[in-house]
């Protein structure tokens, strides 16, 4: 296979989206991708495969080919040709990982050299790929960026774990921090204490950016915009629209517009 820059986008007079779903990231393939200002759980890493990219913080501009924006910092991104998103869950180790190796406050941009990790990327964008070879490009790409093997085994509290298990099974539910410390036996103190230490955020921002997650799940399934956010644990269709705004920098008209979306779900 070719990893030309100009063969990725030969033949697309369209613009493209490419999603993998896994219940630990998202790979979000796209064609000039540009948003408003927005900030989201994730931790989010921008690598540009062919044409120009700019980050925009609210008082800087990143422009290398590789931008890691941290959980919750506002910004907007600007690309022309083909750019990868990787947004990974705020308390994946993954995430801690690079925190600690970058020593990443806000934002870190860089000039990422690997040319094969760019090509199993473009691979990944124009053909449909299994388990394994994207968790693959996902421990690579970790692994080039941190400049650390990857500790597969290592887990967060186990405590904590077990309360974002709960939130997890049914997000519709409105979880109080009382009612989870005392599920997995901890004090209301240090329970708070611990969830923004593992997750990076709180408990409320965590329970609607999974709510978020599940009402796009449906949407992609074939639900309503409506039924959708219902059925996800919001009380209508608009406050999922704000937040999917303050999330993505994207209103719900602008996604629904891109009928070229293909979603793959990995298990």
Same mark, same amino acid.
């Given at each position: ?8 986008t ?7 989206h490419k ?5 630990r990231?998202m790979?979000?393939?796209g064609?000039n991708l540009n ?14 495969l062919?044409g120009?990219?700019?980050?925009k ?5 990143h ?10 910092h506002?910004h ?11 947004l990974?869950?705020?308390?994946q ?5 690079? /925190?600690?190796s970058k020593n990443? !406050? @806000?934002?870190?941009?860089e000039? *990422?050299?690997d040319?094969? +990790? ?9 053909e449909?790929?299994d ?13 080039s960026?941190?400049d650390s ?8 509290d186990?405590?904590?774990?077990e309360?974002?298990?709960?939130v997890k099974s049914d997000?519709?539910k ?9 599920e997995?036996?901890?004090?209301l103190s /240090?329970?708070?204490?611990?969830? !923004? @230490?593992?997750?990076?955020t709180? *408990?409320?921002?965590?329970? +609607?950016?999974q709510?978020?997650?599940k ?6 399934q ?5 039924d ?8 209508d ?11 993505f ?5 602008e ?10 779900f990995?298990?």
């Amino acid at each position: 296979m070719s990893t030309d820059s100009k063969d990725i986008t030969k033949g697309n007079a369209r613009r493209i989206h490419k999603v993998y779903v896994t219940d630990r990231f998202m790979l979000i393939f796209g064609e000039n991708l540009n948003t408003e200002y927005h900030s989201h759980h994730a931790l989010q890493i921008s690598l540009s495969l062919e044409g120009g990219m700019k980050i925009k913080c609210e008082d800087h501009i990143h422009s290398g080919n590789l931008v890691i924006v941290n959980s919750n910092h506002k910004h907007s991104i600007n690309q022309s040709g083909v750019s990868l998103l990787l947004l990974i869950d705020s308390e994946q180790i993954e995430a801690h990982e690079i /925190r600690c190796s970058k020593n990443l !406050k @806000d934002c870190y941009a860089e000039s *990422l050299e690997d040319n094969k +990790l760019n090509e199993i990327a473009k691979k990944l964008y124009k053909e449909n790929a299994d388990e394994n070879y994207v968790y693959s490009f996902y421990y690579r790409m970790i692994e080039s960026i941190s400049d650390s093997v990857h500790d597969h085994n290592h887990n967060i509290d186990e405590r904590i774990e077990e309360a974002i298990s709960i939130v997890k099974s049914d997000v519709t539910k409105a979880y109080s921090p009382e009612y989870l410390a005392d599920e997995v036996h901890l004090s209301l103190s /240090r329970f708070q204490h611990l969830f !923004k @230490d593992e997750t990076g955020t709180t *408990l409320s921002k965590f329970l +609607l950016w999974q709510r978020t997650l599940k009402a796009i799940f449906l949407i992609v399934q074939g639900l309503s915009f409506t039924d959708a956010a219902v059925e996800a644990g919001f009380s209508d269709g608009a406050h999922f629209s704000r937040l999917v705004k303050r999330n993505f920098g994207l209103t719900m008209s602008e996604i629904k517009k891109n009928k070229e979306i293909e979603v793959i779900f990995i298990e």
